[in-house]
């Protein structure tokens, strides 16, 4: 009894040990992350994980800043379809499709897309916030990337509008509500027609148009202008390419622009 009694302290105070002493940025096709565990960006600005939005017990898979209160999520993976419990676990398929399966039943649950075919695929969240899957520790070639799927919420390195060679377009969508992370009615894009501006539209209707550009700032953009510190050099908008980003002054400003439940779109900054 007492045996059992000293190995079970030391195997929790080991599993402590391993738990704090090991920050993961990545994750292999023999890896996994269960709830609980979570993977933490070099620098530590961002930590990928499980979590609950607001007062749902619903779980899901989400991109966080890393150490920062109250919890703020940038990116989310199910986000139409919680999990009920903790027994959700995060892989890496041998082809390098990321999958979010119920560890009960071993259905899935979430699936990243597949573009490419990867020899040993490594899904990494990088310094950015962009959780990637590329093939093998040293691939710059992304096979899939979270900034092609953007949710409500555009982050420095990260875009919206059009790519001149995919075609694939970029919105962020407003989530349903604090609680929900789900696709709700608003969606903050590119609108190609004419003079690109960038517009907020609920469903076929236009409800805020930010634009057009005028090499400064998007003329019009009295929600952006109220920020006028971190703008307007940040923004840049290519005709060509149709993207509009953001980009901080300084690396040590952290900032994010937002598309509201609600039908707003917000520019936040934290001074750390
Ligand atoms: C969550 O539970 C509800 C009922 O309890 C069920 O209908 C639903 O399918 C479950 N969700 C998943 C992802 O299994
Ligand atoms: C996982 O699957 C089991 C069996 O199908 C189901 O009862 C459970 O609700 C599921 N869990 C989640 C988190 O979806
Ligand atoms: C889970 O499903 C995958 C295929 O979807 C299969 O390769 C794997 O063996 C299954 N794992 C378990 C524990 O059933
Ligand atoms: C992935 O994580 C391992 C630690 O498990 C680390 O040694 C390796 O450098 C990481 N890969 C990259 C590309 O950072
Ligand atoms: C957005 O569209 C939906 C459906 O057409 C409508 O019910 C809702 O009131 C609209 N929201 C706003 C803020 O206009």
């Given at each position: 009894m007492q045996k059992l009694k000293i190995l079970w302290s030391w195997s929790f105070l080991f599993s402590l040990m391993l738990r704090t002493s090991t920050s993961l940025n990545n994750i292999t096709s023999i890896q996994s992350l269960s709830d609980?565990?979570?993977?933490?960006?070099?620098?530590?600005?961002f930590e990928l994980g499980f979590f609950s939005p607001g007062n749902s017990k619903?779980?899901?898979?989400?991109?966080?800043?890393?150490?920062?209160?109250?919890?703020?999520?940038v990116w989310v993976a199910n986000r139409e379809t919680a999990l009920n419990d903790t027994s959700g676990v995060l892989k890496v398929t041998h082809q390098g499709?990321?999958?979010?399966v119920n560890g009960t039943s071993n259905s899935t649950v979430w699936s990243s897309t597949?573009?490419?075919?990867?020899?040993?695929?490594?899904?990494?969240?990088?310094?950015?916030?962009?959780?990637?899957?590329?093939?093998?520790?040293?691939?710059?070639?992304?096979?899939?990337?979270?900034?092609?799927f953007l949710g409500d919420?555009?982050?420095?390195?990260?875009?919206?509008?059009w790519d001149p060679v995919t075609g694939l377009e970029r919105t962020l969508t407003s989530s349903r509500s604090a609680d929900d992370p789900g696709?709700?009615?608003f969606k903050f894009r590119i609108d190609p027609r004419g003079i690109p501006q960038a517009v907020l539209t609920n469903g076929t209707v236009i409800m805020v148009r930010?634009?057009?550009?005028n090499g400064l700032v998007f003329s019009g953009a009295t929600i952006y202008l109220r920020?006028?510190?971190?703008?307007?050099?940040?923004?840049?908008?290519?005709?060509?390419?149709?993207?509009c980003k953001l980009q901080p002054l300084d690396t040590y400003s952290v900032i994010r622009s937002v598309v509201t439940p609600w039908g707003g779109v917000q520019l936040l900054h934290w001074s750390r």
């Amino acid at each position: 009894m007492q045996k059992l009694k000293i190995l079970w302290s030391w195997s929790f105070l080991f599993s402590l040990m391993l738990r704090t002493s090991t920050s993961l940025n990545n994750i292999t096709s023999i890896q996994s992350l269960s709830d609980g565990e979570t993977l933490i960006s070099h620098e530590g600005i961002f930590e990928l994980g499980f979590f609950s939005p607001g007062n749902s017990k619903g779980r899901y898979v989400g991109i966080w800043y890393h150490n920062m209160s109250p919890l703020t999520v940038v990116w989310v993976a199910n986000r139409e379809t919680a999990l009920n419990d903790t027994s959700g676990v995060l892989k890496v398929t041998h082809q390098g499709l990321v999958l979010l399966v119920n560890g009960t039943s071993n259905s899935t649950v979430w699936s990243s897309t597949m573009s490419g075919k990867a020899e040993n695929p490594v899904a990494q969240l990088l310094v950015s916030g962009n959780l990637v899957v590329k093939d093998g520790h040293n691939g710059e070639h992304f096979l899939w990337q979270s900034f092609d799927f953007l949710g409500d919420t555009l982050l420095p390195g990260s875009k919206i509008g059009w790519d001149p060679v995919t075609g694939l377009e970029r919105t962020l969508t407003s989530s349903r509500s604090a609680d929900d992370p789900g696709h709700g009615d608003f969606k903050f894009r590119i609108d190609p027609r004419g003079i690109p501006q960038a517009v907020l539209t609920n469903g076929t209707v236009i409800m805020v148009r930010v634009g057009p550009w005028n090499g400064l700032v998007f003329s019009g953009a009295t929600i952006y202008l109220r920020y006028t510190k971190i703008l307007p050099t940040d923004h840049d908008f290519r005709e060509k390419e149709l993207i509009c980003k953001l980009q901080p002054l300084d690396t040590y400003s952290v900032i994010r622009s937002v598309v509201t439940p609600w039908g707003g779109v917000q520019l936040l900054h934290w001074s750390r």
